[in-house]
């Protein structure tokens, strides 16, 4: 049987799909699949000098790269739609013309002069100033006078006295006074309709059961409740989760590092190690499980889970997940994601499929890989006809007297070694050093000078085999006539 949870990402695209956006989608969306329920994506898309058509598309391309699948909204339609808000006015202006026929919405026509004169007035005395309600009780001479020379009116949101509460999935009981809320504008005089009504509107119309968005709204929510309540609708459940904060616990932003979703794809993040990460930003499964698949995710998702601390994005962490990831990934998929990198760089020809060879050397690259980016740059030197010394890896090992005459009695010895696998070829070195009276350090870290003229690289003598007898030879070769040069 479908389930009747149908949950909702309201993203407003004045910007890219950021971290923080993509946790909130994310809860939704496995709230939705727990349940067996609906996803629905809509675009509040009321700020037209601050939306964009790059920016949805930027939010649904990041949305899709993390593999978060909406039920209805752009693109797919839906039995709600439009899922665009700013084609939805009318409703909201419905509705507003609604509250004031049933009494909970009256017309303003204060001048926005005189609720600033007001506003610091109150200021001045050190008081802050709430709607005086100056225009709910005007006589019916007054308002006929007003309409008469078409005064312009707002229309406001009479909030009713008394206490009134919500159960926060995440934060518990929260009580309001509605004596501390104004009577806030819904409508403005130019019809356009504010965030509060659009918001509460749509959700009314799309059946929203549970609202799960950012700690940011929580002091919305009170208004929101009240709409609803106005409405004569169901009023959902909310669950409010916490920020995001940098490593400095101060709100995550660019000062910290990337904060967009595609531009972490940009880096080289899988997208199964983003959205594990991004679950585990302020949820937990209740157990010390770190790595874990959607399904498993989708298996254990609570809102109980969220908590109401905030929670700090950890790059460190996310690296580290990304590289399990990379580590636990099939061979063939892991080869299809890195080849286009590699073609991109010259490395690889393009189109070309991977073969053996390239498989066995991304297997290589593999253990020190923590995001895909990684592969390019330590493939480089493996695909390359022509390795370039590092000046550090020549300061740091090629600096040892007769160097140039150990490598070259190695590369006679090498020319010998059969099979050329990693094991003789590990004889080999270990045998010619103990020959030539110096240490296999030495022989083996200028080895890898040669083969990939860095310092640090995956087991030589694996590297080595991988390069196999001839381009070792080569690679030797060159470094023994630059030793030569050096001279
Ligand atoms: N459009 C709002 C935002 O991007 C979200 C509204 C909501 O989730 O209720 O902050």
Redesign the pocket.
């Known amino acids: 049987m479908a389930s009747s949870v149908r949950v909702r990402f309201?993203?407003?695209p004045t910007g890219y799909l950021h971290v923080g956006g993509a946790r909130t989608a994310f809860f939704n969306w496995l709230y939705a699949r727990r349940h067996g329920g609906a996803f629905v994506l809509r675009i509040?898309d009321t700020d037209a000098e601050r939306s964009s058509d790059d920016m949805i598309a930027g939010i649904l391309d990041g949305l899709r790269w993390l593999g978060l699948d909406w039920d209805e909204g752009p693109g797919i339609g839906g039995p709600h739609e439009p899922y665009f808000q700013s084609q939805r006015f009318d409703r909201h202006r419905a509705a507003a013309a609604a509250l004031v026929a049933g009494g909970h919405a009256y017309y303003c026509y204060c001048s926005a002069d005189r609720l600033r004169q007001e506003r610091e007035r109150a200021d001045a005395r050190g008081e802050a100033w709430q709607y005086d309600r100056a225009c709910l009780s005007l006589p019916s001479q007054r308002i006929a006078e007003l309409e008469a020379s078409r005064a312009p009116r707002a229309i406001r949101f009479k909030v009713p006295p008394g206490q009134t509460a919500f159960a926060d999935a995440v934060h518990g009981r929260i009580e309001f006074d509605g004596a501390h809320i104004e009577d806030f504008v819904i409508l403005r005089s130019d019809g356009h309709p504010i965030y509060h009504l659009s918001?509460v509107v749509d959700d009314v119309d799309m059946r929203i059961t549970h609202?799960i968005?950012g700690d940011d709204?929580i002091s919305n929510t009170p208004k929101h409740v009240l709409l609803f309540q106005a409405l004569g609708a169901p009023v959902p459940r909310f669950a409010h989760v916490p920020l995001i904060l940098g490593a400095d616990k101060k709100r995550l932003s660019k000062r910290h590092g990337a904060t967009s979703v595609m531009e972490y794809a940009r880096q080289g993040y899988l997208p199964d190690a983003m959205v594990n990460f991004l679950a585990l930003l302020g949820w937990s499964p209740g157990d010390d499980r770190e790595l874990m698949s959607r399904r498993e995710l989708v298996d254990s998702f609570t809102l109980e889970g969220i908590s109401g601390g905030n929670a700090v994005f950890d790059t460190a962490k996310l690296e580290w997940m990304n590289g399990q990831y990379i580590a636990r990934m099939p061979i063939e998929e892991l080869a299809a994601l890195v080849l286009p990198l590699l073609a991109r760089e010259g490395l690889w020809p393009e189109h070309a499929p991977a073969d053996e060879r390239l498989r066995r050397l991304i297997e290589l690259l593999r253990p020190r890989a923590k995001r895909l980016s990684d592969f390019v740059d330590q493939a480089r030197p493996f695909l390359v006809d022509t390795v370039e010394y590092e000046p550090e890896a020549i300061k740091k090992h090629l600096d040892v007297p007769g160097l140039s005459e150990h490598v070259a009695v190695l590369v006679r010895a090498l020319r010998e070694t059969s099979p050329f696998d990693e094991q003789q070829v590990e004889t080999t070195v270990r045998r010619t050093a103990e020959q030539q009276g110096i240490k296999a350090a030495s022989l083996i870290h200028a080895a890898r000078v040669a083969a990939t003229g860095r310092t640090a690289s995956p087991g030589i003598f694996e590297v080595l085999a991988w390069l196999g007898r001839d381009r070792t030879v080569r690679r030797l070769e060159q470094l023994v006539s630059f030793l030569a040069s050096q001279d």
């Open positions: 309201a993203p407003s509040e918001v609202v968005r709204h």
